[in-house]
């Protein structure tokens, strides 16, 4: 996987990407993560990449320019599979859509930043724009940070244990169950009898009904209703 990060502050995202899961993958060469800085492409000497928007209001909006020769430069080095633009305005981002993602090969993230980027960018070159959720950020940097790491984690290879990433929360639609380690007992506190049985069937079946449980009480939202099957409608 390759991923282009187009921002006015790559120095915020850079971090992201310079430890632990994230930076052994970049190690082992799975992802690669090159970071184009808005202002290399101004329109003047002096750095321009924003102005005011037009009809009035508040706040700098980024420039077409900037953008369109940043992006039309990449794009005659490669070809890319999604072009996507990081703003509260859009679909929300959730574990399905991660999932998908992270089969893709390349893909452009440009970052918002100020008001946002004028609209004729989002027409022409944007094939996917995220929300990381419905709250604003004051750009779209660390949404990009938080997006990338959910997708190069997915990537066959990057973490050990192959099947810990299916075993994440929301990958079923359930919050994942209670987790302990050593001690088995703390000032009282003990972990949980059937943990320490190595009784394995039993323990996948604690910790489904522990999941289950959980995303009842914390986000029933996630739990789709069952279509009613054919004994239930004869009942
Ligand atoms: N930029 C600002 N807020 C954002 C959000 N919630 N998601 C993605 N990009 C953003």
Avoid at 8 to 34: M, N, Q, T, Y
Avoid at 152 to 169: F, H, K, M
Avoid at 190 to 210: A, D, H, Q, T
Wanted: aromatic share 8%; net charge negative.
């Amino acid at each position: 996987m390759r991923i282009d990060i187009i921002s006015v502050l790559p120095e915020l995202i850079k971090s992201a990407f310079e430890h632990s899961i994230i930076k052994r993958a970049i190690d082992k060469g799975l992802v690669e993560v090159h970071f184009h800085h808005l202002r290399d492409y101004a329109i003047n000497k002096y750095g321009k990449i924003d102005d005011a928007q037009y009809g009035g209001g508040a706040g700098m909006v980024l420039m077409i320019e900037p953008i369109d020769k940043c992006i039309r430069q990449l794009k005659s080095e490669r070809d890319y599979d999604e072009i996507i633009y990081m703003t509260p305005d859009a679909e929300v981002f959730n574990q399905q859509t991660a999932n998908t993602l992270s089969l893709k090969e390349n893909f452009i993230i440009l970052c918002g930043h100020y008001k946002g980027i004028d609209q004729r960018v989002r027409d022409l070159f944007i094939t996917k724009e995220i929300s990381i959720g419905d709250f604003v950020l004051s750009g779209g940097e660390l949404a990009a940070a938080v997006f990338c790491d959910s997708i190069i984690r997915l990537i066959p290879g990057v973490l050990g244990d192959e099947t810990s990433a299916l075993s994440d929360s929301f990958q079923d639609d359930l919050l994942a169950p209670p987790i302990y380690t050593r001690p088995s007992e703390y000032k009282g506190e003990k972990v949980p009898e059937i943990l320490l049985s190595g009784n394995f069937p039993k323990i996948e079946e604690w910790r489904n009904e522990k999941a289950l449980e959980r995303t009842k009480a914390i986000r029933p939202d996630l739990l789709k209703p069952t279509l009613p099957t054919k004994k239930s409608i004869k009942d």
